[in-house]
Structure formats: C-alpha cells, structure tokens
C-alpha cells in the first residue's frame, strides 16, 4: 500500500533513529496472555531468555506492595503479582531499554514518568469498563508518544516544542507538520505497527491527538481512544507534568476528586467530554473515583 503524505518522512526519520524493541518476546507474551488459559510455562520461558525482564518481574514481586520479599523463581512472581501486572512490567522494561541512549535524562525522566502515568490511568479506565481490554489500553498509553524522543534526536530543536507533544492539544500536529513535514503521530503508528502491535492500538495512536474520537468508525477503536482521551487530560491537568502548561490548562489538576467541580470547570474546552463519557459510560462519580486512583499512582514512577 501507497505511503501518505507524512509517512515517507517518518520512515526516514524512524529508519534514521537506531529504536530497536524486542518485538518478538511482546508479542509472544500479548498473544499468550490473551488466551482463556494461558500457559504459564510458555510465559516464563519468554521472560526468562532476558535476564533484564526477569530482574525486573522479580524486583516488582519483591517490592512492599506485593509481598514481603523472598520470592526468587519467575513462576511464582508471576503468581503473586498477576498477569498484567506482569506484562506491564515487561513492556515498560523493554521500552526503557530501547531508549536508555537517549541524551538528554532529564527530558527522557519526563517523557517517562508522563507515558507510564497515561498508561496506568488508561488501564484503571479500562478495569472501569469492561468493553476495553487492560492490556491494549496499557500498551496504548505507554506507547502514545512513542515517536518523541526519535524526533528530538533528529531536530535539535524539537526540544522546544516537545512538551507540548506530550500533551493533548491538536495544534501541535499543525506546528509540527509545518517544521517537519510529519508528526510523531504519524511516526508513532509506524513505530507500533512495524513492532506487530495490534491494529487498534496503532490507529489509535496514529490519531491521538485529534480532537474528535468519533474519526474511529471501529468501536473498540473508539472506546481505547476515549480512554486515552480521557487519561491524557487526566494525567495532565495533575500533577507536576503541567508546571509547563498554560496556565488555563493548570487551574483545575488537583480539583479532579473535589464534589464541587464540574467536568468543564476542570477541563474546560479541551475535549468533547459528553461523547468521550457518553462512550465509556462514564459519569462525575467515575472521574472522581479516577482522581483518586492518580493520587495513588504519582508516587510510583
């Protein structure tokens, strides 16, 4: 198929930019997770070929929030933690990995912690509605922006618009289609689909920046890009991520669980929030119920 316009200058911006993911071992363990009856043992097998994976499966079992230490075998840190808890944590090591020669550390901290908190506010959405898979919703979030750090090693000056990137106005499309001739939406589908992810998490990221959910005619489609419609205005408008927002987009971050707030006095303008609650059934009780899921998560990355 034909590339678009914007596709054949992000393939040469990604083919420019060394990003290599173990797309294989995520994919073997996406499609064995998924099953009604996962093998374990194949699952084990997979996360045992990288002792960097299986350190970090074990540093999670071990850590206060699960138990009290002394787990040592794969098996049974899957056990004790769960499923997808334990994907998450193999996803999120391959993906740090794959960025580790990033230069810049603190902008990479930044660009982190703002992935892994969409990612988890995506997948407590997800546990809110049944109709969207936890682990295509963590893999959306985690990887929405994943074509930023490729852009900032290319243009130097990308740094001085990234911080927008990371959020979720559409102009920043505009902004960047002009420098570039490309956004790292665009990129990013690319990125996602040549690591085999599924094609609805790839169309989700391809268009997450738009401000109208219903350009996905798919409704699984659909509901995972109003949850991260919704996780992206969340996670920003809490927070230390929005210190470098304007300040109309900071006003209401910590207002997220208060009885007096309304959706718009929080979130003004910046989403069509009637069709992204309408889609994920959600009302005022879901979002403060989500606020308080975020004050305990900030904590962690």
């Given at each position: 198929?034909a ?16 990003v290599?993911?173990q ?19 194949i ?11 299986s ?16 787990i ?9 933690i769960g ?21 810049n ?6 660009f ?10 995506m ?6 509605n049944r109709?969207?898979n936890?682990s ?18 290319k ?24 420098k ?29 920046h ?6 996905h005619?798919?409704?699984v ?5 109003a ?30 669980m ?10 003004g303008?910046?989403?069509?929030f ?6 994920l059934?959600?009302?005022?009780n ?16």
């Open positions: 198929m590339k678009s316009i914007g596709e054949y200058e992000a393939a040469e911006i990604i083919n420019s930019i060394d290599p993911i797309a294989n071992i995520i994919n073997n363990l996406y499609k064995e997770i998924k099953k009604p009856n996962p093998d374990f043992r699952i084990t097998e997979e996360t045992s070929k990288d002792a960097g994976l350190a970090a499966v074990l540093k999670t079992a071990n850590s206060p929030f699960f138990t009290s230490g002394g040592s075998s794969i098996d049974r840190a899957i056990s004790v499923l997808n808890n334990y994907f998450n944590v193999v996803v999120s090591s391959i993906y740090q990995e794959a960025f580790k020669a990033f230069p550390k603190d902008i990479l901290k930044q982190w912690y703002h992935s892994m908190l969409v990612a988890t506010i997948s407590s959405i997800a546990n809110k109709n969207i936890a295509d919703a963590y893999l959306t979030g985690l990887f929405h922006d994943c074509a930023i750090p490729s852009f900032m090693m243009f130097p000056d990308y740094a001085e618009i990234y911080i927008l990137a990371l959020g979720y106005d559409s102009s920043i499309i505009d902004t960047e289609n002009t570039y001739k490309t956004n790292h939406c665009i990129a990013g589908s690319l990125l996602t689909k040549s690591w085999q992810l599924p094609d609805a998490i790839v169309n989700v990221i391809n268009h997450h738009d401000n109208d959910i219903r350009v005619k798919n409704p489609e659909r509901k995972l890009a949850a991260h419609r919704l996780a992206e205005c969340v996670s920003y408008n809490y927070k230390n991520t929005s210190k470098c927002l304007p300040g109309s987009l900071k006003k209401g971050r910590k207002e997220i208060s009885d007096k707030s309304s959706v718009k006095s929080v979130f303008d910046a989403i069509d009637e069709v992204v609650f309408q889609e059934n959600f009302d005022k879901d979002l403060e119920d989500l606020g308080r899921d975020v004050a305990g998560t900030t904590g962690k990355y």
